[in-house]
Nanobody, 116 residues
Framework: QVQLVESGGGLVQAGGSLRLSCAASAPIFVFNAMGWYRQAPGKNRELVAVITSGGATTVYADSVKGRFTISRDNAKNTVYLQMNSLKPEDTAVYYC?????????WGQGTQVTVSS
């Protein structure tokens, strides 16, 4: 069973930055893609950013384009989400996701709270 462990969440003021990390218990190069999703209270879980196995392709939600950057370090089996210029509407629980063909794996989530 693959385990994904997120870290790096916390409380930050608007305009600040955070970097989330997702450490996998398996080599991440085996996954077709890895990504970050978030879920705010009372809302559905939504895609934030995705990166393919080779790192050649990244996809971002329109709401975070230009502010967030997803990256991966295969040697450390870790995926990162650098979040800059944070806004109160970015407040949510952020989840790491890994896809291997039809299988999906999720982390337990890390809370990000942006104060105005």
């Amino acid at each position: 069973q693959v385990q994904l462990v997120e870290s790096g969440g916390g409380l930050v003021q608007a305009g600040g930055s955070l970097r989330l990390s997702c450490a996998a218990s398996a080599p991440i190069f085996v996954f077709n893609a890895m990504g970050w999703y978030r879920q705010a209270p009372g809302k559905n879980r939504e895609l934030v950013a995705v990166i393919t196995s080779g790192g050649a392709t990244t996809v971002y939600a329109d709401s975070v384009k230009g502010r967030f950057t997803i990256s991966r370090d295969n040697a450390k089996n870790t995926v990162y989400l650098q979040m800059n210029s944070l806004k109160p509407e970015d407040t949510a629980v952020y989840y790491c996701n890994a896809r291997l063909r039809e299988l999906q794996y999720w982390g337990q989530g890390t809370q990000v709270t942006v104060s105005s």
